[in-house]
T-cell receptor, first 112, second 114 residues
Framework: LAKTTQPISMDSYEGQEVNITCSHN???????ITWYQQFPSQGPRFIIQ???TKVTNEVASLFIPADRKSSTLSLPRVSLSDTAVYYC?????????????FGKGTKLSVKP | DTGVSQNPRHKITKRGQNVTFRCDPI?????LYWYRQTLGQGPEFLTY????????KSRLLSDRFSAERPKGSFSTLEIQRTEQGDSAMYLC????????????FGSGTRLTVV
């Protein structure tokens, strides 16, 4: 499974747009990019998944360039409740080989 | 169905004791996964089931760890002869076949070995 690299931490203020970039230089042709959010003392929660170009849902947008060697999770107008750890994962959709591999994630702190 | 349920939420045990955790997945999900998470780290995959079949268990941390899903519904994770290094959050997740919506995780069981 492709390894991912993302910043350890990021700070932002309420109302700002936050972009978290993930590098995955060895992504395979059939790999998808998936992002999860985790609050303290809770399990990770699925945010968004994509293969190429742009995906948008009610929570976030995911931008994937043509070479797919990186991706950017965009959170519009963050609030204090968006303070969490965000994980970028690369692999078959829904871990069809049996598991998801998590890195250390990016700890986002949103300040008032 | 309110999601993936894990019990207990917290467990404190003495070193050397056996512990068992239970996971009840979303009822229509046929896949069930166990992860371990230590402080400051991402979840670490342990094992997974498709229905009652355990399809991957090589990532279980030692032979003290075992998991079952006898009827393809709930699952249990047992740790025998616990050690202080086993202190962690144990997470369960479930999923159903193909599709873009990812795994659904429970809130975990926090184990403290004293």
């Amino acid at each position: 499974l492709a390894k991912t690299t993302q910043p350890i931490s990021m700070d932002s203020y309420e109302g700002q747009e936050v972009n978290i970039t993930c590098s995955h230089n060895n992504i395979a042709t059939n790999d998808y990019i998936t992002w999860y959010q985790q609050f303290p003392s809770q399990g990770p929660r699925f945010i968004i998944q994509g293969y190429k170009t742009k995906v948008t849902n009610e929570v976030a947008s995911l931008f994937i360039p043509a070479d797919r060697k990186s991706s950017t999770l965009s959170l519009p107008r963050v609030s204090l409740s968006d303070t969490a750890v965000y994980y970028c994962l690369v692999g078959p959709p829904r871990g069809s080989q049996g598991n998801l591999i998590f890195g250390k994630g990016t700890k986002l702190s949103v300040k008032p | 169905d309110t999601g993936v349920s894990q019990n207990p939420r917290h467990k404190i045990t003495k070193r050397g004791q056996n512990v068992t955790f239970r996971c009840d997945p979303i009822s229509e999900h046929n896949r069930l996964y166990w992860y371990r998470q230590t402080l400051g780290q991402g979840p670490e995959f342990l094992t997974y089931f498709q229905n009652e079949a355990q399809l991957e268990k090589s990532r279980l941390l030692s032979d003290r760890f075992s998991a079952e899903r006898p009827k393809g519904s709930f699952s249990t994770l047992e740790i025998q002869r616990t050690e202080q290094g086993d202190s962690a959050m144990y997470l369960c997740a479930s999923s159903q076949g193909q599709g873009p919506y990812g795994y659904t995780f429970g809130s975990g069981t926090r184990l403290t070995v004293v």
